[in-house]
């Protein structure tokens, strides 16, 4: 393997890594009624928008025309305010663990779609893999045997989590290509921006009625953590590795999270190591590797990298 293709698959077990502390610590901040589920994506598009900016000022400029401007209005869409809004949104009505089990079908909604849209062949490895780890993945999930956190409406929290692997899988697919074109800042910047654009306007009332003054420094630690940990750095992470894998394969490293969860809750002691778990990763990073060597991610060519307009 290349250190180009290792630098990818290791800034996505980075962000899965990040992203699977992240269902705990949004049931944090959400716990006391303070901070609502929309006021919690606010924090985080606005607050990833205003770094990533600022990180652009230290990186060389770009010039990105009107039309794809409009292209990263419609990324910004679809990979970050649908998937995140939906996401806490969901794991606000829903317990952390039945959400970690819906996210275990977003490799499969990849493969398909990256098969209808992509026209990447569906080989047996792929397959395989795919099936493999979501078998991993429910193994850890449904043998948890930490307590069950209380859940408003969980099926309606479901729904609504499944809607955001949708949103990202669909996200990963259509701009796995045209991302190729612009460094990972300016990506990001024009994405959450745009993403910021739609969701302050629907928001804004919120803003003014919560009762700031009630929201604890405990909740304002876990705001920070989620905006510049689980969204800044996450998704320079996740950049990395969507700009150097195959959509799928970026996918499979969604299976990463439920082995942390699984993972800190054994170091907490919420939880007891077993062979059925540490057969449980085994199958999960065998369904990774079975996706990564599949034939058909070699014969599927990526479009070549447009060199971007520097200003």
Not at 70 to 76: C, E, N, P, S, V
Not at 81 to 99: H, R
């Amino acid at each position: 393997m290349s250190d180009f293709k290792l630098k990818g698959h290791l800034s996505a077990l980075c962000a899965n890594t990040i992203w699977g502390l992240m269902a705990p610590v949004v049931k944090l901040v959400l716990a006391s009624g303070a901070v609502a589920p929309l006021l919690l994506v606010d924090f985080r598009m606005v607050g990833a928008a205003v770094l990533f900016w600022l990180t652009s000022l230290f990186t060389p400029r770009e010039h990105v025309p009107w039309v794809d401007k409009l292209r990263l209005f419609g990324a910004g869409l679809l990979g970050i305010c649908l998937n995140q809004g939906c996401f806490i949104v969901g794991v606000s009505l829903t317990s952390p663990g039945e959400a970690s089990l819906v996210t275990t079908t977003m490799p499969m909604w990849v493969m398909l779609l990256a098969w209808i849209i992509l026209r990447e062949p569906i080989s047996l490895k792929k397959a395989g893999g795919i099936l493999l780890g979501a078998a991993g993945a429910l193994i850890l999930v449904l043998g948890s045997d930490t307590p069950a956190s209380q859940a408003s409406n969980p099926a309606l929290g479901d729904i609504i989590v499944l809607m955001a692997q949708l949103s990202y899988a669909l996200y990963l697919t259509l701009y796995r290509n045209f991302i190729r074109r612009y460094s990972l800042v300016t990506l990001m910047k024009w994405m959450f921006l745009g993403a910021t654009v739609v969701t302050l306007p629907l928001t804004s009332p919120l803003i003014l009625s919560t009762p700031w003054a009630e929201v604890s420094s405990l909740e304002w630690a876990g705001i920070a953590a989620t905006v510049i940990g689980a969204t800044y750095i996450a998704y320079i992470c996740m950049m990395i590795g969507q700009k150097m894998l195959r959509p799928t394969i970026v996918g499979m490293y969604n299976y990463v999270q439920p082995i942390l969860a699984s993972a800190v809750a054994i170091a907490l002691g919420l939880e007891t190591f077993t062979l059925i778990k540490g057969a449980a990763v085994l199958l999960i990073f065998s369904g990774v590797w079975l996706v990564t060597v599949s034939r058909s991610l070699a014969t599927d060519k990526a479009a070549p990298a447009t060199p971007p307009d520097r200003r």
